[in-house]
Nanobody, 122 residues
Framework: QVQLVESGGGLVQAGGSLRLSCAAS????????MGWFRQAPGQEREFVVG????????YYADYVKGRFTISRDNAKSTLSLQMNSLKPEDTAVYYC???????????????WGQGTQVTVSS
């Protein structure tokens, strides 16, 4: 029902910025909430930030609040994540996800992008 395509990952030095994008297509109205998760090697997938597609309500993990900003462009069906002041511990594969409602749990989402690698060097 929903297809997610991510872009924008890359390698950046600590303190730098990246902007990730997630293009959604298909029956996007069937999943009102979209968010970003990240997963480092050997670690569990963790919630980063999410947004209600229609209303724009946002939810941030404490460790990214003030550094990361989520936004959506409803006309383009695009979700973006502006990441500033990046730290080496932000290094992970970042995934775009869609689900019926907000959840900090990965199993609360049923559509996922392929992931995009973000590497922050020291």
């Amino acid at each position: 029902q929903v297809q997610l395509v991510e872009s924008g990952g890359g390698l950046v030095q600590a303190g730098g910025s990246l902007r990730l994008s997630c293009a959604a297509s298909g029956r996007t109205f069937s999943r009102d909430f979209m968010g970003w998760f990240r997963q480092a090697p050997g670690q569990e997938r963790e919630f980063v930030v999410g947004i209600t597609w229609g209303g724009g309500a946002t939810y941030y993990a404490d460790y990214v609040k003030g550094r990361f900003t989520i936004s959506r462009d409803n006309a383009k069906s695009t979700l973006s994540l502006q990441m500033n002041s990046l730290k080496p511990e932000d290094t992970a594969v970042y995934y775009c996800a869609a689900g019926p409602a907000y959840s900090w749990r990965a199993d609360g989402y049923d559509y996922w992008g392929q992931g995009t690698q973000v590497t922050v060097s020291s």
